[in-house]
């Protein structure tokens, strides 16, 4: 079992809470990840409270970024114990994102972690960085 952001929209209503979820509830991907550190950004904020049509489907975990390291890789790529970090491909919006202690996801969105960075530096400088980082590391 794992913690995480829980949105629901259903009879009883729109809501978010706090949740012990089970792994088995993960959606489908190909890696899965322990997150370290995620963020709360505007866009987050907007699906938690449901004061904007962020969510495409529910359940869902927001959290449009996470950075984490990697338990478990059905690619070559990624093996347990690196360190990645994810933003954008619509985590938080039509696949569970990263306001969880674990998350699975498609092993083509991540980006291995700057080695040059810590966990915290890289979700402190946010998605629009993170989304340059991106650009930049696939020119090289």
Known sequence: MFKGILI????????ASLKDLEESQLPEGDVTIRISYS???????????GKGPVVRKFPMVPGIDLVG?????????????????????????SHWGGLAQKARLNGNWLIPMPAHLTPQQVMS???????????????V
């Open 8 to 15: 629901e929209n259903d009879e009883s209503g729109y809501r």
């Open 39 to 49: 963020t709360l950004n505007y866009k987050d904020a907007l699906a938690i409270t």
């Open 69 to 93: 390291i990697v338990e478990d890789s059905a690619l070559p790529i990624y093996k347990s114990g690196d360190a990645v970090l994810l933003n954008g491909w619509g985590v938080g919006e």
């Open 125 to 139: 400088v946010g998605t629009p960085q993170c989304c340059a980082y991106k650009r930049l590391s696939a020119k």
